[in-house]
């Protein structure tokens, strides 16, 4: 399953980015950061703020955990 918070996590250290700097792009304090941080699902439009912040389209992480599930399948 995807853990949404650790991922977003995960990108802003690859990108060097500091916590201060990110709560900073998402008018919030610091501790909501972490607060995301440890996030296992997220409200799509905060996802997408954050994808834009970060130039990264976590979407795709749970497109992939479909594709992985093969939900979409027409065999019943």
Same mark, same amino acid.
């Given at each position: ?13 690859? @990108? ?39 130039? @990264?389209? &976590? &979407? ?10 093969? &939900? ?5």
């Amino acid at each position: 399953m995807v853990h949404i918070g650790k991922i977003i996590e995960a990108e802003l250290r690859r @990108q060097e980015r500091s916590v201060t700097w990110f709560a900073k792009k998402l008018y919030c304090e610091r501790t909501n950061v972490y607060s995301i941080f440890k996030r296992t699902s997220i409200d799509t439009a905060l996802l997408l703020r954050i994808s834009i912040i970060l130039h @990264q389209n &976590f &979407f795709s992480y749970y497109v992939n955990e479909l594709d992985k599930r093969d &939900f979409f399948s027409t065999k019943p």
